[in-house]
T-cell receptor, first 117, second 111 residues
Framework: DAMVIQNPRYQVTQFGKPVTLSCSQTLNHNVMYWYQQKSSQAPKLLFHYYDKDFNNEADTPDNFQSRRPNTSFCFLDIRSPGLGDAAMYLC????????????????FGPGTRLLVL | GQQLNQSPQSMFIQEGEDVSMNCTSSSIFNTWLWYKQDPGEGPVLLIALYKAGELTSNGRLTAQFGITRKDSFLNISASIPSDVGIYFCAGSNSGYSTLTFGKGTMLLVSP
């Protein structure tokens, strides 16, 4: 009964070669998030979708893009990965618009570790 | 922007000991969340707190939402080796919003 699924768990790409990371969820949550986490650091929010509305963090590089074709799926596209983009990428979901007090609880997937050669 | 100060940064304890860690903020949050992250995995939600003063338990874990709404603590009783990991606090404001994370507390438990 997996809730937030990320594939693949490990991804190796070459410097400058576009790569796409995938996330799917069975929770029917309307908000999906992408975080970047580097070693020994807290997750850093890149962007999120509230339903179909895309919300980019101010300091997220243009190199990072996202797509959400439907409620269940969300993709992270890195157009030209650099060595500094090697990190764990975490997808998370939450339900907004429901009972107050449960709007902010986010559930994370297992992450995709990206290696850039 | 909002910042969370999480302490301690790391702890090394003996199995069976109790553990306490906390987060403080310069601004008010309406929700506090505590996550645990194992190496190579995503954070797993441990406890969610929604009301000032709320005290919530989950097995050997207990967390409290400070009455000032600017702090929260997490206690782990009778620690076991599988408690090893990084514990993150996270805060959020009312309504739909994003989370602010603490920098994490790394817990090591010696058998």
């Amino acid at each position: 009964d997996a809730m937030v699924i990320q594939n693949p768990r490990y991804q190796v790409t070459q410097f400058g070669k576009p790569v796409t990371l995938s996330c799917s969820q069975t929770l029917n949550h309307n908000v999906m998030y992408w975080y970047q986490q580097k070693s020994s650091q807290a997750p850093k929010l890149l962007f999120h979708y509230y339903d179909k509305d895309f919300n980019n963090e101010a300091d997220t590089p243009d190199n990072f893009q996202s797509r959400r074709p439907n409620t269940s799926f969300c993709f992270l596209d890195i157009r030209s990965p650099g060595l500094g983009d090697a990190a764990m990428y975490l997808c998370a979901t939450s339900r907004a618009g429901g009972t107050w007090g449960h709007l902010e609880t986010q559930y994370f997937g297992p992450g995709t570790r990206l290696l850039v050669l | 922007g909002q910042q969370l100060n999480q302490s301690p940064q790391s702890m090394f304890i003996q199995e069976g000991e109790d553990v306490s860690m906390n987060c403080t903020s310069s601004s008010i949050f309406n929700t506090w969340l505590w996550y645990k992250q194992d190496p190579g995995e995503g954070p797993v939600l441990l406890i969610a707190l929604y009301k000032a003063g709320e005290l919530t338990s989950n097995g050997r874990l207990t967390a409290q939402f400070g009455i000032t709404r600017k702090d929260s603590f997490l206690n782990i009783s009778a620690s076991i080796p599988s408690d090893v990991g990084i514990y993150f606090c996270a805060g959020s404001n009312s309504g739909y919003s994003t989370l602010t994370f603490g920098k994490g507390t790394m817990l090591l438990v010696s058998p």
